[in-house]
Each structure stands twice: as structure tokens, then as C-alpha cells.
């Protein structure tokens, strides 16, 4: 059974930093792709960032680009995102989620965690 686990979550204040982390079990993932996703409050889940689990490819919203950073740890079966300048705006409940394609699109995404809330202060 797959199963992810996600930590990291918390309150900071604008331009502080935070690291997520994904704990991933029940798969042999190096055939799969890791994706992040949030959902602020009244609106839809989109997607943050995604990579192969080799780490040879990753893909970023562009609203994220240049300040968040995907990336794994074969050894410890885990998933980080870390996201540096954090702005208001990035306030929401952040899920990971694994897949067979680097896509943005969660409907590709078959397994999901239960999500971490990240809360920004101005």
C-alpha cells in the first residue's frame, strides 16, 4: 500500500523559509515522478513542483520558480521542497503526491498525502 507522509509545515513570517518533507512507502518509486501541490482557502489545489525520482528532471509553477527548490533523498525515500522568500500568498495546505508522468496535472497523480498546512504572516 503506498503511502505518503508529510511534515514541515508551520507559521513563518514573509521572506522567512520552510522545508516540507515527504515520506513515501509501498512503492518502488524510482519508476515514478513526485509532485507538490497546494490549496489556499476557496480555491482549487494547483500544482508547485514535480520530479523524476532520480532527480534528473523537475518542473516548477511559475509562480514558485527561482524561489522554491524540489528535490529527493533516494537513501531516506523522501521528498523535500524547500521554499525560500515565502510570500503571503503562498499560505495553504500543502499535499505531495506520486505519479508515472512530470506533469502539472493532478489528475496523473494516483497517490496523495494528507497534507501539511503552510501559513505565511505579512
Known amino acids: 500500500q503506498v503511502q505518503l507522509v508529510e511534515s514541515g509545515g508551520g507559521l513563518v513570517q514573509a521572506g522567512d523559509s520552510l522545508r516540507l518533507s515527504c515520506a513515501a512507502s509501498?512503492?518502488?518509486?524510482?519508476?515514478?515522478?513526485m509532485g507538490w501541490f497546494r490549496q489556499a482557502p476557496g480555491k482549487e489545489r494547483e500544482f508547485v513542483a514535480a520530479?523524476?525520482?532520480?532527480?534528473?528532471?523537475?518542473n516548477y509553477a511559475d509562480y514558485v520558480k527561482g524561489r522554491f527548490t524540489i528535490s529527493t533523498d533516494n537513501a531516506k525515500r523522501t521528498v523535500y521542497l524547500q521554499m525560500n522568500s515565502l510570500k503571503p500568498e503562498d499560505t495553504a495546505v500543502y499535499y505531495c503526491?506520486?505519479?508515472?508522468?512530470?506533469?502539472?496535472?493532478?489528475?496523473?497523480?494516483?497517490?496523495w498525502g494528507q497534507g501539511t498546512q503552510v501559513t505565511v504572516s505579512s
Open positions: 503526491a506520486t505519479g508515472s508522468h512530470l506533469t502539472p496535472r493532478e489528475r496523473l497523480y494516483d497517490y
Open positions: 520530479i523524476t525520482w532520480a532527480g534528473g528532471s523537475a
Open positions: 509501498g512503492r518502488t518509486f524510482s519508476n515514478y515522478v
